[in-house]
Antibody, heavy 122, light 107 residues
Framework: EVQLVESGGGLVKPGGSLRLSCAASGFTFNSYTMNWVRQAPGKGLEWVSSISSSSNYIYYADSVKGRFTISRDNAKNSLFLQMNSLRAEDTAIYYC???????????????WGQGTMVTVTS | DIQMTQSPSSLSASVGDRVTITCRASQGISNYVAWFQQKPGKAPKSLIYTASTLQGGVPSKFSGSGSGTDFTLTISSLQPEDFATYYCQQYNSFPWTFGQGTKVEIK
């Protein structure tokens, strides 16, 4: 079964840091571009970052650029999001999501994790 | 950034109704549009990519169409399990952007 399981969310003060992880199983992780998408409480979906299969291509939303770093460990089938200088507006559920087409760098998302909640508050 | 304007923001419909949701891009994006369904407290579920291709396992009552700037998601016969919020998204260029969502409620 194809599965993505996020972890690492929690409560953090403004200016603090957090590292999210996403454990992948049931597919050849090193062939797929992976993504982070977030959703603030009661709000819509917001794309955060994408990383290609071999980490050659990395993209960020302007709202997180310079503060967040996406990375992956293909040997451990894991995706990460290092979040620094956190702000209240970063409060959201963070979803890990797989791109459906392993033959291209950019394609639509097909599989989503269950999400991990990040709350930034003093 | 490409803006995705979804309409309506909400709608009430009855079981068995045909429902259409529209998404308009602020510039041409070919057919690089995806649609997602989200139920309360759950992760989004992928329905459609490249504007009209169903993701695996998605029932054929869902269909998508469009190219360029105007796109639609249609549910041919609404069932109780289809009451949810639906989002469009463009992946033609970064930053990827989503529509604001359409909440489909029971009439």
């Amino acid at each position: 079964e194809v599965q993505l399981v996020e972890s690492g969310g929690g409560l953090v003060k403004p200016g603090g840091s957090l590292r999210l992880s996403c454990a992948a199983s049931g597919f050849t992780f090193n062939s797929y571009t992976m993504n982070w998408v977030r959703q603030a409480p009661g709000k819509g979906l917001e794309w955060v970052s994408s990383i290609s299969s071999s980490s050659n291509y990395i993209y960020y939303a302007d709202s997180v650029k310079g503060r967040f770093t996406i990375s992956r460990d293909n040997a451990k089938n894991s995706l990460f999001l290092q979040m620094n200088s956190l702000r209240a507006e970063d409060t959201a559920i963070y979803y890990c999501a797989r791109a459906h087409d392993s033959t291209v760098v950019v394609s639509a998302v097909d599989i989503w994790g269950q999400g991990t909640m990040v709350t930034v508050t003093s | 950034d490409i803006q995705m304007t979804q309409s309506p923001s909400s709608l009430s419909a009855s079981v068995g109704d045909r429902v259409t949701i529209t998404c308009r891009a602020s510039q041409g994006i070919s057919n690089y549009v995806a649609w997602f369904q989200q139920k309360p407290g759950k992760a989004p579920k992928s329905l459609i990519y490249t504007a009209s291709t169903l993701q695996g396992g998605v029932p054929s009552k869902f269909s998508g169409s469009g190219s360029g700037t105007d796109f639609t998601l249609t549910i041919s016969s609404l069932q109780p399990e289809d009451f949810a919020t639906y989002y469009c998204q463009q992946y033609n260029s970064f930053p990827w952007t989503f529509g604001q969502g359409t909440k489909v409620e029971i009439k």
